[in-house]
């Protein structure tokens, strides 16, 4: 395939997600033509997101509480608006995830339940290089069941000379944790290297020492394929603000295996939402749990939240996600190709993609260490309309994303990258 500028509006034009563009709103307000490569981190607002906002509002100001029981939606059951939606999204049965809260809170509530460790069996394995919020649930984690971090909490590194981390190593640390082993902890798509790690195989590896798996899905859902189900995953958690689209601080979800949810002694925190439905408003004493995610549920639904949450979703069902990952698996054939040109054709300032090339060990997000002048060729891009993220002490991150980012954004983005790399020294 060449990579041009013509070959990238070819590409635009057979393009069937194409007019999902226009159901996303370009930020405004930002140096223009913006090319926005931050979907990763907050994921455009859909066009739809206002009038479903909007909903709600009129629904309250027509109702009142009656709002609960009336209306399009009533709140009663709005939080049932999802697990459908999101059991598509990771690979799960629909009772398997429910919507509510946020990421590291869920992280914590379900580490309640799946981290129950003794005086043998209490070490957490996890990737180098996590994301802080998780190592700081780890961490406190520990500590409130009397370990010591540094001794409960292990993480893995790839090997001198290497970015990422080998499956294999990973397997055979699992192996060599062995009994002590409680618990496997690691992202789907670590947030730095963008490197996708093999959940099946780490789930079935922990599985064999005894131990549990759950990941942390927040740079993964709505990017690659997940079947969480399939793969026997205990548990996971993820945010909707990343590659769902859901806004700031939008409310996170999460995933429990049927084997778990069903249980009802599985151990929990437990709030009013979770309780049997049937007798949810009989104000009784003695909590009897729903059965599967939904028993995990505290409080009644995030409407508004929940409501910017649905127009997303309801856009992901319109496109498909397998149709999303097809689209997203060009784009990075495409912009590797491009990258690469644009490596051999810059005298002096090279980069180096810290993302790992197979597309079944990574989603749609690049990082490149930029080896001289990184920040200033960051500010560079910033101000052409490029909006990437910079990473301390060298790394720009960018995420192609195939809702709303087209082919001829990847072209112009080469462009820019050269010039930058060749202007900026
Ligand atoms: C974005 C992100 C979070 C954020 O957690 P919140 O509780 O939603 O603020 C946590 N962990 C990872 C890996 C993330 O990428």
Excluded at 169 to 176: K, T
Excluded at 198 to 216: N, Y
Excluded at 218 to 244: M, Q, R
């Amino acid at each position: 395939m060449d990579h041009t500028l013509e070959q990238a509006k070819r590409l635009d034009a057979e393009d069937k997600l194409g007019p999902f563009r226009d159901k996303f709103i370009i930020p405004r307000k930002l140096p223009s033509p913006c090319i926005y490569f931050t979907g990763n981190s907050l994921g455009l607002q859909p066009v739809l997101t206002r009038e479903y906002l909007n909903q709600e509002l009129e629904a309250w100001a027509d109702y009142g509480v009656e709002g609960h029981f009336l209306g399009r939606h009533p709140w009663f059951h709005y939080h049932k608006l999802f697990p459908e939606k999101i059991a598509k999204l990771v690979g799960a049965q629909v009772d398997e995830v429910v919507v509510m809260n946020t990421l590291t809170a869920n992280l914590h509530f379900l580490m309640v339940s799946f981290y129950r460790p003794n005086s043998s069996r209490y070490r957490i394995l996890t990737e180098g290089g996590n994301f802080p919020s998780d190592y700081y649930a780890l961490e406190t984690q520990a500590k409130f069941h009397g370990f010591d971090f540094e001794d409960a909490v292990l993480e893995l590194f790839p090997r001198e000379g290497e970015d990422h981390l080998r499956t294999e190593d990973i397997l055979q640390a699992i192996m060599d944790c062995g009994d002590s082993l409680a618990l496997v902890m690691m992202s789907g798509v670590n947030y730095y290297t963008g490197q996708k790690f093999q959940m099946e195989e780490i789930t079935r590896t922990a599985h064999s020492v005894g131990a549990l798996a759950g990941f942390d899905l927040a740079h993964a859902i709505g990017n690659v394929e997940l079947k969480l189900h399939e793969w026997n995953v205990d548990f996971a958690v993820w945010c909707s603000y990343k590659y769902l689209n859901s806004g700031p601080g939008g409310p996170g979800g999460l995933y429990i295996h049927e084997r778990h949810g069903n249980d009802p002694e599985t151990p929990r925190f437990a709030g009013w939402w979770g309780h049997d439905e049937e007798e949810r408003f009989q104000m009784k004493k003695g909590y009897i749990p729903m059965k599967g995610a939904p028993g995990w549920q505290l409080s009644n639904a995030q409407v508004f939240g929940m409501a910017a949450h649905l127009a997303s979703l309801d856009l992901f069902e319109e496109a498909g996600i397998e149709n999303l990952i097809d689209k997203s698996k060009k784009m990075i054939a495409f912009l590797n190709g491009l990258l690469e040109n644009v490596n051999l054709s810059v005298n002096g300032n090279s980069f180096k993609v810290l993302t790992p090339e197979g597309v079944d060990d990574r989603g749609c997000q690049f990082s490149m260490v930029i080896e001289k002048n990184g920040k200033k060729v960051f500010e560079y891009l910033s101000k052409e309309g490029v909006v990437a993220d910079w990473r301390e002490p060298d790394v720009i991150r960018i995420a192609p994303v195939p809702f709303y980012n087209t082919f001829q954004d990847l072209y112009m983005f080469s462009q820019l990258f050269k010039k930058a790399l060749e202007d900026v020294n």
